[in-house]
């Protein structure tokens, strides 16, 4: 895997984004992997050999967590 510079984060989340309404780049999830707390905004993308690109936790390559390893913050 290796990491992908992306130009306009904004329209790379909302493009790629895999289940319905996108959450805003300034709001906060829990990953699931590493447990920390992370800025949407911050996510990574890394792509693998055959091309296909993952938004990835900004912990990354450390964590090993996908965007849909983001869970909501408890209050
Ligand atoms: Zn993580």
Partial sequence: MKERKI???AAYFRENYPFENPPKLTDVKRCIHCE???TVGDFKV????A???YICCPNAPVCN???I???PVKE
């Fill in 36 to 38: 920390e707390v992370i």
């Fill in 51 to 53: 091309g296909m690109e």
């Fill in 69 to 71: 390893d983001w869970i």
């Fill in 46 to 49: 890394f792509q693998d050999n």
């Fill in 65 to 67: 967590g996908t965007v």
């Fill in 7 to 9: 130009e306009n984060k």
